[in-house]
């Protein structure tokens, strides 16, 4: 158990929904990271935020949106959903924002999108 | 560009045999950290190590250990006497000062270990 939460474990939606993931970073880490993971795509990395700011962007949509609350738990917004967008989203956490940093990886979430 | 390389798509091995995954990566960076993780089918994403592009030691813990050559730009993972709980997909992945925090992962390698 990495110490990283991640919730909803599963989740089944239709085209053109709007979800929210949740991720509650471990215990003093300041920084979340969002990654999905497809089977064309691989595991991407999305973005992260660093104590409540964002800090970097990777390949992220514009139809999906992040943020940090003041308590460090994330959510991550994805809206018109597509067939495509089904995926395992991954959520990590760590000290702080620094390539030196081991990003440890909740449990995922599996959208899947009909 | 960063690129992470696992030529390996799949390897199956008996319980007991010596397995290695090969993992080879692109940076034009001379700071950089390599990692691995190992995605059992439970689906989780588990930190197995760290090394940064200055420690070219070699590592061991347990039965896992793992060789970093900058010459040949590889961070190749070797599991000596397989288990079947050793079943998973693995990645190596790697973070430099381009990439910033996030990280850049290749494709994977699934091990399947039988008994």
């Known amino acids: 158990d990495s110490g990283v939460t991640q919730t909803p474990k599963h989740l089944i939606t239709a085209t053109g929904q709007r979800v929210t993931l949740r991720c509650s970073p471990r215990?003093?880490?300041?920084?979340v990271y969002w990654y999905q993971q497809s089977l064309d795509q691989g595991l991407q990395f999305l973005i992260q935020y660093y104590n409540g700011e964002e800090r970097a962007k990777g390949n992220i949509l514009e139809r999906f949106s992040a943020q940090q609350f003041p308590d460090l738990h994330s959510e991550l917004n994805l809206s018109s959903l597509e067939l495509g967008d089904s995926a395992l989203y991954f959520c990590?956490?760590?000290?702080?924002?620094?390539?030196?940093?081991?990003?440890?990886f909740g449990p995922g979430t599996r959208l899947t999108v009909l | 560009a960063q690129k992470v390389t696992q030529a390996q798509t799949e390897i199956s091995v008996v319980e007991k045999e010596d397995v290695t995954l090969d993992c080879v990566y692109e940076t034009r960076d001379t700071t950089y950290y390599l990692f691995w993780y190992k995605q059992p089918p439970s689906g989780e994403l588990v930190f197995l190590i760290r090394r940064n592009s200055f420690d070219e030691q070699n590592e061991i813990s347990g039965r896992y250990s793992w060789n970093f050559q900058k010459s040949t730009s590889s961070f190749n993972f070797t599991i000596t006497a397989s288990q079947v709980v050793d079943s998973a997909v693995y990645f190596c992945?790697?973070?430099?000062?381009?990439?910033?925090?996030?990280?850049?992962f290749g494709k994977g390698t699934t091990l399947s270990v039988s008994s």
């Open positions: 990590a956490s760590s000290t702080g924002s620094w390539a030196t940093d081991t990003q440890y």
């Open positions: 992945a790697l973070s430099d000062n381009q990439a910033g925090t996030a990280l850049i």
């Open positions: 215990s003093g880490d300041l920084s």
